[in-house]
């Protein structure tokens, strides 16, 4: 996910506050830099005490560690083994300390030091731990997806993502998971991994990887986000290769995109005094180099890259990537190590701040989905398509009267990260693969995996929708979808409300189960009797007009022109609308924007009472954003 900007900064901190230095402008600063990576300043002490504790930790697992789930016992054997190569190691800055302290402590963690469990899915636990087939929860997130057949001929599916489970923005490693049925994953390899030889895998961030097979070389190529750990201002991509998926991936370096031979593996680090300067793969100092030289002069290097992905297309590759307030179209070369600028002329495709691509082939178009810039937080995802990537004029744009927007006003509290094709060939379905993320426990952020519609997609008007379905299945036999999903109930059925309607039709009370569920389209706001003020509590109560066998209730609730916004909410059930029967409980809700809850037992009214709204992260109270963009009732009319 891209600029996740201050978040980042405040919670990972600069490099010198975590020493505890202050540094001066001038030569001061330039050797500062120079030792963030080949050691302590000169006269500072640095504390190993964490780090020693830790290893010893670690150390009384080593008899057990046979128990533990392949990927905890990777992470714990590996990181034991960076952290006894640095302790005693006297150049070692406490940065790297503390860094590799880090990775060794939040391997020990309870809920990342797992014992094998045998676990099997029959569907897809949309919006729930997702754990491989030891037990331990999928760490594969921002992940890419390739198919290929294995020895015996069926159908094999890879996926690679990144390791939050330390909860930093920092780089963790990038995981490999493989399935035959894309319900259970086995974990392979951490494909790349954190390295204290390796400069640019140690102090960064990699995010969003993606995986491609090449033809022409017989290799297995990952891309990923390269940054510095302290900022998102280098804007970078990252190769590495293998002659086998599971293999030893060769780490090619990081770069922009376009940029020239001798512009590689750079960075932008932000100093202690606010200030950012570059620095090469050694830590030192470039000359005569400033970070408004790196956007100005793109054909040195390189244009800006951050959320991206990749898509392969026959023999050719595209990379599509956000720069930040531009997302432009690069053609890769014929090993897909890099871009080709010569084969196909890079253009920029939105210029108002798009993110998170992910792309598919359908019928005669190529469809795009992206969502806006909003941190961590979920916003409206939206479609673009084209019947030629490499033909800048020919995409077809969402504007204000066809806005081609994607799901409800927070993507189902999802961002969109791959979209994959099932079904067979002559009939194709497709799913939606995004994720949940969770921005203050980023290791527990889950996957929210969707059937998505297309359709026209061999006429001049296609479309895109995206509906919630948490109880789809794949049948593993067809490849094909089952959605399983009951019938809904609530859709234009008579609502009520303790509120005061409000006059502005915007805000109406029939807009909250109109079956229209978009950013902009309206929504009901509960407001006081004066008419001038937002009423919370509230409740609003939808007869279904006659009884029913109650299965789910799902709700979009208004964002309020903010994607951090949280509902506290209880969903109660009544035969008579007199009697009511509490169906389920949001005191303790934390998810933004978006919930779905099992609802059980007959009744024909279903009321939700709002008891406030929220904002994320400081839970100080946004009751003004309080109202419910669509209420969603699903079960079996009596």
């Known amino acids: ?33 120079q030792n963030q990576t080949t050691g302590s300043p000169t006269g500072i002490t640095v504390s190993r005490k964490n780090l020693t504790q830790d290893i010893r930790r670690a150390e009384k697992l080593q008899p057990t560690i046979h128990q533990y789930a392949q990927l905890s016992q990777d992470r714990v054997i590996r990181s034991l083994k960076m952290a006894k190569s640095v302790v005693n190691d006297d150049p070692a800055s406490q940065t790297q300390l503390d ?31 997702w754990r491989d087939t030891q037990g331990a929860p999928i760490q594969a997130h921002g992940g890419g997806f390739l198919k290929q057949t294995d020895k015996q001929g069926n159908p094999i599916y890879y996926w690679v993502g990144e390791d939050k489970s330390h909860n930093k923005f920092s780089f963790n490693g990038i995981n490999l998971y493989s399935s035959h049925d894309l319900l259970n994953w086995t974990y392979r390899k951490t494909v790349i991994a954190p390295s204290l030889t390796n400069k640019s895998l140690l102090g960064n961030k990699i995010e969003r990887p993606k995986l491609l097979y090449s033809q022409k070389t017989h290799q297995y190529v990952i891309w990923g986000h390269w940054e510095d750990q302290s900022n998102y201002s280098s804007s970078q991509i990252c190769v590495a290769t293998s002659r086998s998926v599971a293999g030893n991936y060769s780490f090619k370096g990081h770069w922009r ?130 019947t030629n990537i490499a033909d800048p004029d020919s995409w077809k744009k969402p504007t204000s009267s066809s806005p081609q927007l994607l799901g409800n006003n927070t993507a189902f509290y999802s961002q969109s990260t791959n979209i994959m094709q099932v079904g067979s060939q002559k009939a194709p379905e497709y799913l939606y693969l995004g994720d949940r993320w969770d ?96 009423k919370v509590p509230f409740s609003y ?44 409980n949001g005191s303790n809700n934390q998810n933004i924007g978006f919930t779905s809850d099992p609802v059980t037992g007959s009744a024909r009214y279903v009321k939700v009472v709002v008891s406030g709204f929220n904002l994320y992260g400081t839970n100080t109270p946004a009751n003004n954003a309080a109202g419910i963009d669509e209420l969603q009732v699903y079960g079996q009319a009596k």
């Open 1 to 33: 996910m891209n600029h996740k900007l201050l978040l980042n900064t405040l919670l990972v901190g600069s490099l010198g506050l975590m020493l505890g230095i202050t540094v001066n402008a001038g030569n001061s600063k330039v050797t500062y830099a």
């Open 99 to 129: 860094t590799v302290d880090l990775l060794l402590s939040s391997s020990m963690e309870n809920n990342n030091l797992v014992k094998k469990e045998k676990t099997h899915y029959t569907a897809v636990p949309v919006g729930k731990t």
């Open 257 to 386: 995109p376009g940029s020239d031979a001798t512009h590689h593996n750079w960075r932008i680090r932000t100093l202690t005094d606010g200030t950012r300067q570059v620095e090469d793969q050694n830590g030192s100092v470039m000359n005569n180099a400033t970070p408004d030289d790196m956007n100005s002069n793109p054909s040195v290097w390189g244009y800006p890259s951050r959320d991206f992905t990749l898509y392969q297309d026959g023999n050719d590759a595209y990379l599509i990537t956000s720069g930040g307030k531009n997302m432009m179209i690069f053609k890769l070369n014929s090993d897909f190590t890099d871009v080709d600028t010569t084969s196909m002329k890079p253009y920029t495709l939105f210029d108002n701040y798009r993110e998170a691509p992910a792309m598919i082939h359908s019928g005669k178009y190529y469809f795009l989905i992206t969502s806006s810039q909003t941190g961590w937080y979920p916003n409206q995802a939206a479609y673009s398509y084209t």
């Open 439 to 534: 921005a203050n426990a980023l290791g527990s952020s889950t996957y929210v995996w969707l059937p998505l519609t297309i359709n026209q997609q061999n006429a001049n008007h296609p479309s895109m929708s995206l509906q919630y379905n948490p109880n789809w299945k794949l049948n593993t036999a067809t490849n094909q979808i089952i959605q399983n999903q009951a019938p809904l109930l609530s859709q234009g059925k008579p609502a009520s409300t303790d509120a005061t309607q409000s006059s502005d039709a915007n805000f109406s009370l029939s807009n909250a189960n109109d079956g229209v569920f978009t950013q902009g389209s309206g929504y009901f706001k509960p407001m006081t009797s004066d008419g001038h003020n937002v």
């Open 541 to 584: 109560t939808v007869d279904l007009q006659k009884a029913a066998k109650l299965s789910r209730a799902d709700i979009s609730f208004n964002n309020g022109g903010n994607t951090s916004y949280y509902p506290i909410y209880k969903i109660y059930t009544s035969t008579n609308n007199r009697t009511w029967q509490l169906a389920a």
